[in-house]
């Protein structure tokens, strides 16, 4: 098992250049870049500032009493911004650079913030964290026992009714099911049972011990709640197929036949098959809330995390926090598919990968 889990630490090395290098790649072709960003700015402002340039002194103005923004802008000046951002070099020596970098998770500064990307991410990372965590920790804990349960009442009217309200909640959009949330149970027309935005509340450093974990999960409710609706739903009829299709198996018939309680044949020779298409699905599931589903319900419930960082990051063309998030998400979802490697060889020791792969 050694052998294997180098042989996929290995694999990561190709794995994370090859994705550096599609999106560099990507990044020459598309208009917009950080420079014409700033250059926009300028020729609708009218102004540039140290933050921009870096400099002590400000751009500005002519004879006429105009900025130099409106009427065209010097070409030293844009050689100067080409220089401050790297772009003065050839995309090859870019890209080198950008990679020997990350090798040493040296990710460099924001173009337009005055703080390094690994600050920035271990800023956003709390909020991306508590709806990943939550929501996939939340799916599992009610999608795992009503599943097994509609699995052994298969065909029953519980079976039915529940079938019909995981349908419903499957075709709820999340973000949907997210304002439904926000009107009726913080502050809308009906209740006020929650709080509308934050991760905690604003005098929460000056809260006891309990009484901060009581506000943190108060204000995260709705948030995982909206989160996990649609995972919910597609891992309680994953489990309940699962199962179904492990209890029809001529083992499960021999057991029975020997004897054995429905209990014990349930949850001593069902379970541990029937659980691995289960637990194969969790980084998919984990990932999603992670990185995909957060940028919407972050920006419904006026969360400042990872996905709406990303968002903005390609919005405003900055590179640093775009390759940054993008070297940390694909290192995080690799290691996480990993993970679950070993998680079928806890589960079910009689799997062997490297016999496998042998």
Not at 63 to 70: N, S, T
Request: proline letters at 4%; aromatic letters at 14%; glycine letters at 10%.
């Amino acid at each position: 098992m050694g052998a294997y889990i180098l042989r996929r630490l290995l694999l990561i090395v190709p794995t994370m250049l090859g994705i550096l290098v599609i999106n560099f790649a990507i990044i020459q072709f598309l208009p917009g870049g950080p420079i014409e960003q700033i250059i926009a700015q300028l020729n609708e402002a009218g102004n540039v500032t140290e933050r921009i340039t870096g400099g002590g002194q400000e751009i500005a103005v002519g004879d006429e009493g105009g900025y130099l923004g409106r009427r065209g802008l010097d070409e030293s000046f844009i050689k100067e911004l080409e220089q401050q951002f790297g772009f003065d070099k050839p995309p090859l020596e870019r890209f080198l650079l950008m990679v020997g970098n990350y090798a040493r998770f040296d990710f460099g500064e924001s173009y337009f913030r005055s703080i390094s990307v690994v600050d920035l991410v271990i800023e956003k990372m709390p909020v991306s964290i508590t709806l990943g965590l939550w929501s996939t920790l939340l799916a599992y804990l009610i999608s795992i026992p009503l599943g097994i349960r509609k699995a052994v009442r298969d065909g029953t009217i519980f079976d039915s009714w529940t079938s019909a309200v995981i349908i419903a909640a499957y075709a709820i959009p999340g973000f949907l099911f997210a304002v439904l949330l926000l009107v009726f149970f913080a502050g809308g027309s009906y209740y006020q049972w929650f709080p509308l935005r934050g991760l905690v509340s604003s005098n929460w450093h000056e809260l006891s011990l309990v009484d901060k974990v009581l506000d943190y999960f108060w204000h995260i409710t709705l948030p995982v709640v909206a989160s996990s609706i649609a995972s919910f739903a597609a891992l309680t009829l994953l489990t309940k197929n699962s199962f179904l299709d492990e209890i029809r198996k001529q083992y499960v018939i021999t057991a029975r036949a020997k004897g054995l309680s429905e209990r014990r044949v349930l949850y001593g020779h069902v379970f541990r098959n029937a659980m691995l298409i289960v637990i194969s699905n969790f980084p998919g599931l984990f990932l999603a809330v992670f990185f995909g589903g957060s940028l919407i319900i972050e920006t419904i419930f006026s969360l400042d995390g990872l996905g709406r960082l990303s968002f903005e990051s390609v919005v405003k063309r900055d590179y640093p926090v775009v390759f940054g998030t993008l070297y940390v998400f694909g290192l995080l979802g690799l290691l996480v598919n990993l993970l679950s490697d070993l998680t079928y060889v806890w589960i079910d020791p009689r799997i062997d990968f490297e016999t496998r792969e042998g």
